[in-house]
Nanobody, 119 residues
């Protein structure tokens, strides 16, 4: 079992930046990938970005060029640097982890952190 704890959310003006952190504990050695999802009010949870144990990164088209995911293996922490934020980036951001390859379920989730971008 893996525990995920997010931090770094907050309120920011459009055009600003935030950095989210996700600290993993437990059986982290078993993880294939970690990532971020978000959920806006009244909408379904959507994929934002992910990074595999090999360092491959993936992004939703809506955040490409603005968000960067990276990891610090020594700290078992994944970060999401968010730049040029837009009001449509507002939502609860969830850290996720999966134990197997692409197509397998994200079977570990954090509690979420709120990101609010004002116009």
């Amino acid at each position: 079992q893996v525990q995920l704890v997010e931090s770094g959310g907050g309120l920011v003006q459009a055009g600003g930046s935030l950095r989210l952190s996700c600290a993993a504990s437990g059986s982290v050695f078993s993880l294939n990938a970690m990532g971020w999802y978000r959920q806006a009010p009244g909408k379904q949870r959507e994929f934002v970005s992910s990074i595999t144990s090999g360092g491959n990164t993936y992004y939703a088209d809506s955040v490409k060029g603005r968000f960067t995911i990276y990891r610090d293996n020594a700290k078992n922490t994944v970060y999401l640097q968010m730049n040029s934020l837009k009001p449509e980036d507002t939502g609860v951001y969830y850290c996720a982890a999966r134990s197997y390859g692409p197509g397998s379920p994200w079977n570990n989730w954090g509690q979420g952190t709120q990101v609010t971008v004002s116009s």
